[in-house]
């Protein structure tokens, strides 16, 4: 079945320590997006893709960055993760821009020890 | 800024039961885009119903129906024949029709079914 993937499911990092979360899909979609959600929040978009432009959100943190190599892959990557990066991390693609629904991955639970 | 309230963070209902999760925004656009997303425990978060502004009949998805009143900004979503499958956080998102801008999620609604 078409999907988007997202691995680790689970990732331990300790702090400072980079790391980098990824995001695959197998639905063709244009845009690929990065949403960090803590516990109880809702979703907070960090940046997305449209094909190669990458659009970052004018809070997103210079600690986070993204790279998509080819359509299916969109990687997260966290210099150097603090306490307060603690989060689920959810990837989601749409078809084309934000008003097409977004379909969104299983996430990867973050913890910063 | 837009904004979307989910004034209620959690709701219970019994099983086969009806249930109506409130949501109200806070735009000046006239055209643009509502959203209930469903996300269960550990599991992906799935487009649960959409409705276009521009389009005056309630959107409706099997037992998930919305009453969305356009001039007073509300957009709750109402599950019939409530199932235990349905217990999930409720995010209810708003999307302006110009497409560059990003959707406005509100804080979401826990939903616990009894069985």
């Known amino acids: 079945d078409a999907m988007v993937i997202q691995n680790p499911r689970y990732q331990v990092t300790q702090f400072g320590k980079p790391v980098t979360l990824s995001c695959s899909q197998t639905?063709?979609?244009?845009?690929m997006y990065w949403y960090q959600q803590k516990s109880s929040q809702a979703p907070k978009l960090l940046f997305h893709y449209y094909d190669k432009d990458f659009n970052n959100e004018a809070d997103t943190p210079d600690n986070f960055q993204s790279r998509r190599p080819n359509t299916s892959f969109c990687f997260l990557d966290i210099r150097s993760p603090g306490l307060g990066d603690a989060a689920m991390y959810l990837c989601?693609?749409?078809?084309?821009?934000?008003?097409?629904?977004?379909?969104f991955g299983p996430g990867t639970r973050l913890t910063v020890l | 800024a837009q904004t979307v309230t989910q004034s209620q963070p959690e709701m219970s209902v019994q099983e086969a039961e009806t249930v109506t999760l409130s949501c109200t925004y806070d735009?000046?656009?006239?055209?643009?885009?509502l959203f209930w997303y469903k996300q269960p425990p550990s599991r992906q978060m799935i487009l649960v119903i959409r409705q276009e502004a521009y389009k005056q009949q309630n959107a409706t998805e099997n037992r998930f129906s919305v009453n969305f009143q356009k001039a007073a900004k509300s957009f709750s979503l109402k599950i019939s024949d409530s199932q235990l499958g349905d217990a999930a956080m409720y995010f209810c998102a708003y999307q302006p029709q110009g497409g560059s801008e990003k959707l406005v999620f509100g804080k979401g609604t826990k939903l616990t079914v009894n069985p």
């Open positions: 639905l063709n979609h244009n845009v």
């Open positions: 989601a693609t749409s078809r084309g821009h934000f008003t097409d629904t977004q379909y």
């Open positions: 735009t000046s656009e006239s055209d643009y885009y």
